[in-house]
């Protein structure tokens, strides 16, 4: 059974960068999908960016040039550099994998997603 325990997130001002790590533990495969999702109060959660193994990497539209994925895979740790945040990026920020093909995981459909974390507030004030 896969388990993710994210960490990293707090509060900061506009402009500001955190990075959030997500450690994956118990799952060892040839190949699969990492991602970050998050969901703010009232709204839909949202796919912010996804990575498979072996394809490369996906963004939402609205994190791009901004938000940068990464994995490290020695440690088995997902990151996610965040950098000049706006307060429309506050939200529960989600790290979740799959055993996917790369064209799903690119799709960033929380739905395709079996296993999630237990999530880790970003709060961004102007």
């Known amino acids: 059974q896969v388990q993710l325990v994210e960490s990293g997130g707090g509060s900061v001002q506009a402009g500001g960068s955190l990075r959030l790590s997500c450690a994956v533990t118990k799952y060892k495969t040839s190949r699969y999908c990492m991602g970050w999702f998050r969901q703010a109060p009232g709204k839909e959660r949202e796919g912010v960016t996804t990575?498979?193994?072996?394809?490369?990497?996906s963004y939402a539209d609205s994190v791009k040039g901004r938000f940068t994925i990464s994995h490290d895979n020695v440690k088995s740790i997902l990151y996610l550099q965040m950098n000049s945040l706006k307060p429309e990026d506050t939200a529960m920020y989600y790290c979740?994998?799959?055993?996917?093909?790369?064209?799903?995981?690119?799709?960033?459909?929380?739905?395709?997603?079996?296993?999630w974390g237990q999530g880790t507030q970003v709060t961004v004030s102007s």
């Open positions: 979740a994998t799959a055993d996917i093909s790369n064209w799903l995981c690119w799709q960033r459909r929380g739905s395709d997603f079996s296993t």
């Open positions: 990575l498979d193994v072996d394809a490369g990497e």
